[in-house]
């Protein structure tokens, strides 16, 4: 099999990205707050340190939702049917969210903190 040309691999990767904010409420979800972590970077003016961090994080979240998503539509495609090893997969699965999610929590306490209150 062929690999596709360059400019039709990036086109299929971004039409994931935007097959997962069509279709993922939790996606949508963590691009809203992304965006809020976009406009506080420009209203705050972050320094540059504090702005990777945050971006760092956020991309977390985006990129461990994903994965999840792929991971659960692979198990209902394997398994159509209830089974609790399934059930394990995708718990894990989206603990890795989750704790994505608090990690970015406590970042974005620590860095917005000293803009918002000092």
Known sequence: MRKPPIH???FNAFRGVFLMIKSERNFQIEVFAFFINLLLIFYLKLSTIDTVLVLTVSFG???AEIFNTAIEK???IIQP???KRIGFIKDISAGAVILMTISSII???LVYWKYIFN
Do not use: A, P, R
Request: charged share 25%; net charge negative.
């Open 8 to 10: 039709k691999s990036f």
């Open 61 to 63: 979240v985006l990129i």
């Open 74 to 76: 692979i198990c209902d």
């Open 81 to 83: 049917e209830f089974d």
């Open 107 to 109: 970042v974005g306490i």
